[in-house]
């Protein structure tokens, strides 16, 4: 009944940009606080960045600078402007967001996650 639909990965050259985009769309009372993650094959998922429904920040120390997060709250839409791409950032990201949703039994609030996009940064 939720969806998190991305977008906007792709191939760069290292010092090339990309911007990706979250869409959630369902049955939701109210999107709290929304984020990105990425993953390499075999290790674990990392936060990159998370925005509060306020608009206050968090960035994971190699993507300061360089990523910047934001969101539409009339379009339930968070965006992760990547610049000066490095190899190393090269992953799947994934988008997540915190939602309630008004169930038969009452609110219900827990994180959902999107199907991740890929990002290849090439030296």
């Known amino acids: 009944q939720v969806q998190l639909v991305e977008s906007g990965g792709g191939l760069v050259q290292a010092g090339g940009s990309l911007r990706l985009s979250c869409a959630v769309s369902?049955?939701?009372?109210?999107?709290?606080?929304m984020g990105w993650y990425r993953q390499d094959p075999g290790k674990q998922r990392d936060l990159v960045a998370s925005?509060?429904?306020?608009?206050?920040?968090n960035y994971e120390d190699s993507v300061k600078g360089r990523f910047t997060i934001s969101r539409d709250n009339a379009k339930n839409t968070v965006y992760l402007q990547m610049n000066s791409l490095k190899p190393e950032d090269t992953a799947v990201y994934y988008c997540n967001a915190r939602i309630t949703t008004d169930q038969r039994t009452g609110l219900m609030t827990r994180d959902y996650w999107g199907q991740g996009t890929q990002v290849t940064v090439s030296s």
């Open positions: 369902g049955n939701i009372f109210y999107v709290n606080a």
């Open positions: 925005i509060t429904s306020g608009g206050s920040t």
